[in-house]
Each structure stands twice: as C-alpha cells, then as structure tokens.
C-alpha cells in the first residue's frame, strides 16, 4: 500500500518537471499547461465516491489491482501526447482511472483493522507522501538527463518510467491482497471468527447511527 502511495504521488511531481521540457516540445503555454494539469483532479472528484462503491461491491484486490493497471497504462500513454488538447483528456482519462485509490485503500484498511488501530495503520501509510516528495525531485531530475535514450524526449521518458512500475505492481496487487479476513489463507480459523466477528459488530455500530446514501457521500 505504501508503494502505491509513493507511486500515486510521483505522478504528481513527475508532471511538474515533465513541465521543463515538454512544453517548449510540443509549444504548449503555461496556461494551457495549468489546465491540462487539472483535468486530472475534475476526474478524480467525480468518480471518486462511484469508485469506491465499485470497490466495495466487487472487492478491494480486483478493483485496485484495476485503478493501478489503468492508471498505469494512461501515464504511460502521456509520453505520445501531442499538444494540449490530447494531454488534457489523458489527464482526465488518468484522473477517472486512478480515482478511489487512496479513499479505497483507507476503507480496504476497515476490512482488516478494528477501529482502535486506524490511526496507527493510516498513519504509516501516509508515510509514503513525505518519501515521494523527497525521492520524486532527484529520480525526476535525473530522467530528464535521459534525453535521446532510445529515441524517446526526456519528458517521455519520465512518464514510460512511471508507468511501468505502477502497471506492474496493479498486476502483483491481484495475486498479493485478499479481500477479506475470512478468505485469508495466513490466519487461523479462531483468528478469522474473531476478526471477523470484532468487525462487524464495529460496523453495525456505525450503521445503527446512520448509513449514507451515495448521493449524500457525494
């Protein structure tokens, strides 16, 4: 979980340097840049709640597994954009497919940790930010050295780096999680009773409060 994190978020910084190069490349301004950049986030606040309702319904190792692949697969797609028209709908495309990822994470986390421990989990999973932040600069900054290498721009090959790995650990994410503690082959019977047992009286707790439509999530 913490490496998809790190992964999530050099995406983010990776198209901040990718800004160096491949605006004067493909004679793309600052403005249209900035707007091709946010299209990703109107993607990922729409289908942000759709997503993790899928999640939910269908389990959280298909539908991660399938949130890193796409996402994958579009970040690496950015290298043969061609202008800012193309650029803004595969960021919004990227925006759609990775949606869910991280509020999809935090409740795969309630699947498995009773509520006391959430803090703790959420906590160390975060830590992931601070590391991308401080790896994303020099691992960013020494692609873009990489100018020529295969034919490819430097700014090209920023995103086909970034987007193999993230393709490769979706595919891993489908044979590594499990769904849920019942189905876990790593926990005893008396482990999976009470795990089980323990969450779902911490859920019908909630529940008895107050359950929320996908509208009102929205």
Do not use: C
């Amino acid at each position: 979980a913490i490496l998809s994190y790190f992964l999530a978020y050099v995406d983010r910084i990776n198209v901040s340097f990718a800004a160096l190069t491949m605006r004067g490349d493909l004679k793309i301004s600052a403005a249209a840049y900035g707007f091709a950049l946010g299209t990703f986030y109107w993607g990922y606040f729409i289908f942000e709640v759709p997503s993790n309702v899928i999640l939910e319904k269908v389990g959280a190792r298909l539908w991660i597994a399938r949130i890193m692949i796409t996402w994958g697969l579009l970040a690496g797609a950015t290298a043969w954009v061609t202008g800012s028209t193309s650029f803004g709908v595969v960021r919004f495309l990227l925006g759609v497919a990775e949606a869910g990822f991280f509020p999809g994470i935090l409740l795969y986390f309630t699947y498995w940790f009773p509520t006391y421990h959430h803090a703790r989990i959420v906590s160390g999973f975060l830590i992931g930010l601070p590391i991308a932040v401080a790896a994303g600069a020099p691992v960013s900054t020494a692609l873009l050295g990489l100018d020529g290498l295969f034919g490819f721009k430097s700014w090209q090959i920023m995103y086909l780096a970034e987007g193999i790995p993230t393709l490769l650990i979706g595919i891993m994410t489908l044979f590594v999680l499990t769904d849920r503690p019942e189905q876990a082959k790593f926990l005893t019977v008396e482990e999976k009773d009470w795990l089980s047992a323990k969450l779902a009286v911490e859920r019908q707790a909630k529940e008895s409060v107050q359950k929320y439509s996908m509208w009102q999530g929205m």
